[in-house]
């Protein structure tokens, strides 16, 4: 009788050290030092998620990229593009404009959102697309969504008394009331042979995973981590993305040829 492989469990929470160990985050990009948080900016992350165990399961799934526009001087505007690969090699495409305040949280106050799913052919599937708009109304600008706090938290001060309490509509659809982000402090952290203090905050709050988010002294947002997901900065994200769905595609297509024979 064959031997099971013997897996170890990861058995505990996923910080950027541990994605280093678990080959999902190789080295920190160029230094940062010109980059300005309430500037123009785009930030391309890479999405991995984790099932488990060290040695398997770990994966490349997708992207996300966020571009800033200064809009006024009391407004931005965040344009989302996001890409997740799904079962059979389907992919869920999100876009989303964001008109936010330009305050601690980057409120939004109105956007337009549309998903797409296309399938292994790269053809769309009309019945699983949507498009949405919508808006927070007069005076709700003590709220955030999950996209705009990966700008808002660039803007904050690396300081203990750092602590805000909001409402957040997740994806712009879901509303998750009592969250509460704050500064956790420095962290040593380690990738490769190569040393860099983080800064770390962390979210709480009712319906959702612990998130926190890991930024350099320059305010850059590089590792945002969440039970078993993390989103990495990385500027080959989306090609990283589109070999991973091409795999994806070829694999599914031998599925289904051999389930034919």
């Excluded at 990966?150 to 998750?176: C, H, I, P, W, Y």
């Excluded at 500064?183 to 042979?193: C, E, N, Q, V």
């Excluded at 319906?207 to 989103?231: F, Q, R």
Aim: charged share 25%.
């Amino acid at each position: 009788m064959a031997k099971k492989s013997q897996r170890t469990i990861v058995g505990s929470p996923i910080t950027p050290t541990l994605l280093n160990e678990l080959s999902a985050l190789h080295n920190f990009p160029p230094s940062s030092e010109n980059f300005k948080p309430d500037g123009n900016w785009v930030n391309t992350y890479r999405i991995w998620t984790c099932h488990g165990y060290r040695e398997s399961g770990n994966e490349n799934v997708g992207y996300l990229r966020i571009k800033r526009l200064i809009d006024s001087d009391s407004s931005i505007v965040l344009k989302v593009h996001q890409e997740v690969l799904q079962a059979d090699a389907l992919v869920n495409i999100v876009e989303a404009t964001i008109e936010c305040w330009n305050n601690q949280l980057a409120s939004p106050i109105q956007w337009r959102l549309s998903s797409r799913f296309i399938d292994s052919d790269s053809k769309p599937i009309s019945q699983l697309s949507s498009n949405e708009t919508g808006s927070a109304g007069v005076g709700l600008n003590g709220s955030s969504c999950d996209w705009c706090l990966f700008e808002a938290v660039q803007r904050l001060e690396f300081n203990r008394q750092t602590s805000l309490n909001f409402d957040m509509l997740e994806g712009l659809s879901l509303l998750k009331k009592d969250q509460h982000l704050s500064y956790r402090g420095l962290y040593p952290t380690k990738i490769g042979s190569e040393n860099m203090p983080l800064h770390c905050f962390v979210q709480l709050g009712s319906g959702i995973l612990p998130c926190e988010y890991w930024l350099d002294d320059h305010h850059k947002l590089l590792v945002v981590t969440s039970m078993n997901k993390a989103y990495i900065f990385d500027e080959q994200g989306e090609k990283i993305t589109r070999q991973v769905i091409e795999q994806e595609r070829k694999s599914y297509e031998k599925r289904k040829s051999s389930q034919r024979k």
